[in-house]
């Protein structure tokens, strides 16, 4: 039976090989950190969602490495069984203090997260409204819904007011959107959705993965940057980016909200608790950024100039502040081998294509951190500028 579908699975591999399109995988042969090795030399990393430098940061490997001896490896079981302990309960209380909410519950992923959320909450009586370029969790975790489902233009606050007026007889009505779109680098305009989402008493949902820890004055995320903490209902994120980098997630906000999905959320009650090792060392990052600044002043300072330089060297970039900077190619033949002559010259970066990004809007994406140096930045400016040349001979 196998062969049939072996066949077509080669035939469709091949088509996306031809087309440019194959996403091959790099092994780093070390940690993740400002420079990586990979292959057979060191490589300037521009390309992690490691924000602030942490993912090996030494306070972090630290704590980890206590709670292996203190907690164990592993929980071997979900958290309302025996799977709980001491450190999932600071956490979750840490992340709530932290952010501004009422309660949290943590998950194995923020795709879980996202996943869990929309079925235990919504029925068929209620509408989600949804930003056509949210996460694919954030799609996915609605396809689950049996809610109707509604989608507005990006970023379009006309055209979610209109998708508003039309839900109106809806029993609930929830907007979600991403905090970032992590393609672009956009930031969702919080304020002007949660002034809707008061006049047309609609539910607020936020996937901040990609900024708390480093976006807002003190780093708590897109609703502290627009002033509108104590309105947006649920909140979702991951450890796995700017708070360490290695893996779990969780969903923040109203008290009533978490208790219902620590009762009826699949992928909480079905996965295995956060290994303690994790929990710890997210703790750790928390009061990191409790006690300094330092490391959001050094991520805005690196992503101001690596814009700056590349805007004045002539690149096509897409504007905004966030350390994701999309340099924008268009064929998504020439942005891989792009990506090719750039970790070359010793920058490892990934041309992004169809389907990430739609057609005709492939890109390098590339992402600041806290962990590079001024000379990091100015030598990855230098080699895109010396790939460019070597395109156009």
Not at 152 to 158: E, H, K, L, P, S
Not at 177 to 194: H, K, N, R
Not at 357 to 375: E, F, L, N, Y
Request: hydrophobic residues 40%.
């Amino acid at each position: 039976m196998y062969g049939a579908m072996r066949d077509d699975l080669k035939a469709g591999l091949a088509e996306i090989r031809e087309a440019g399109l194959y996403k091959g995988e790099r092994v780093i042969q070390g940690p993740q950190r400002a420079s990586v090795s990979v292959g057979d030399g060191d490589v300037l990393n521009f390309c992690a969602n490691n924000y602030l430098g942490l993912a090996d940061h030494p306070k972090l490997i630290k704590a980890a490495q206590e709670a292996l001896d203190r907690w164990g490896f592993g929980m071997a079981s979900v958290r309302f069984i025996c799977g709980t302990q001491q450190p999932h309960k600071e956490l979750e209380a840490k992340l709530s203090e932290f952010l501004g909410t009422e309660d949290t519950i943590l998950y194995s992923s923020c795709f879980d997260a996202n996943a869990g959320l929309f079925e235990t909450l919504l029925t068929d009586q209620d509408v989600i409204i949804s930003d056509e370029l949210n996460h694919a969790s954030i799609i996915d975790g609605v396809r689950l819904c049996k809610a109707k489902r509604m989608r507005y233009r990006n970023r379009d606050v006309a055209d979610l007011e209109a998708r508003l007026k039309e839900a109106s007889g809806a029993r609930y009505r929830m907007i979600a959107t991403d905090g970032v779109f992590s393609m672009d680098g956009y930031l969702a305009p919080l304020d002007e959705i949660c002034a809707l989402a008061e006049r047309y008493d609609a539910l607020v949902m936020v996937d901040d993965s990609h900024a708390v820890g480093f976006t807002g004055p003190t780093g708590r995320g897109t609703p502290e940057l627009f002033g509108v903490q104590d309105k947006v209902d649920v909140l979702t994120g991951t450890l796995g980016k700017a708070l360490g980098g290695a893996s779990g997630g969780y969903t923040s906000g109203r008290a009533e909200i978490v208790e219902m999905l620590r009762q009826r959320s699949r992928p909480y009650l079905f996965s295995n608790s956060l290994a303690p090792s994790i929990t710890a060392a997210a703790l750790a990052t928390l009061e990191l950024l409790d006690s300094s600044s330092e490391l959001l002043g050094k991520l805005r300072a690196n992503t101001e100039l690596f814009r700056r330089r590349m805007t004045e060297a002539g690149f096509d970039l897409l504007p905004g502040e966030h350390p994701i900077i999309p340099v924008m190619i268009g064929d998504a033949a020439k942005a891989g081998k792009m990506a090719d002559l750039l970790l070359d010259q010793g920058i490892y970066v990934i041309g992004f294509s169809y389907p990430v990004v739609p057609h005709g809007k492939a890109r390098i994406r590339t992402q600041m951190s806290a962990a590079h140096s001024t000379d990091d930045v100015d030598r990855a400016v230098d080699a895109f500028v010396a790939a460019r040349s070597m395109m156009d001979e």
